[in-house]
Nanobody
Framework: VKLTESGGGSVQTGGSLRLSCGVSGYIGRRYCMAWFRQAPGKEREEVVRMDIYDVARYADFVAERFTFSRASPENAFYLQMNGLKPEDTASYYC???????????????WGQGTQVTVSS
C-alpha cells in the first residue's frame, strides 16, 4: 500500500483547500484512515481518524471546519478544509492504520506529505 497526498497550497485566512490522498494497492476495509499534520518546531498531531465504518473523529481544534471523506472504491480519501487559520499552517500527512477489531494506535503506512500555508 502506498499513499500519495496532493492539494496543498497557500491561501489566506478564511480560505479553503481540499487535500487528496491517493491509494495505490488494495486496502478495502482493512485499514482505518487518518490525516496528521506537523508544523515547524512542533510534534506531529492527529487531525482526523476514520474507521472502517466511516465514522470520523476530529481533533478539537478542527471545530467543524474540516470534513474527511472516502471515495468509492477506496482508492482515494479527501480532507476538505474550510475556514483556514494561520495556525493550520503545517505539512499534512495521510496515514493508514491497520484495523484489528479497532484502529491500530499508530499508523502503519504514511504518505510523503503536502504543505498547507495560511497567511493572515
Amino acid at each position: 500500500v502506498k499513499l500519495t497526498e496532493s492539494g496543498g497550497g497557500s491561501v489566506q485566512t478564511g480560505g479553503s483547500l481540499r487535500l487528496s490522498c491517493g491509494v495505490s494497492g488494495y486496502i478495502g476495509r482493512r485499514y482505518c484512515m487518518a490525516w496528521f499534520r506537523q508544523a515547524p518546531g512542533k510534534e506531529r498531531e492527529e487531525v482526523v481518524r476514520m474507521d472502517i465504518y466511516d465514522v470520523a473523529r476530529y481533533a478539537d481544534f478542527v471545530a467543524e471546519r474540516f470534513t474527511f471523506s472516502r471515495a468509492s472504491p477506496e482508492n482515494a480519501f479527501y480532507l476538505q478544509m474550510n475556514g483556514l487559520k494561520p495556525e493550520d499552517t503545517a505539512s499534512y500527512y495521510c496515514a493508514a492504520l491497520e484495523y484489528l477489531g479497532y484502529c491500530h494506535s499508530t499508523p502503519d503506512v504514511w504518505g510523503q506529505g503536502t504543505q498547507v500555508t495560511v497567511s493572515s
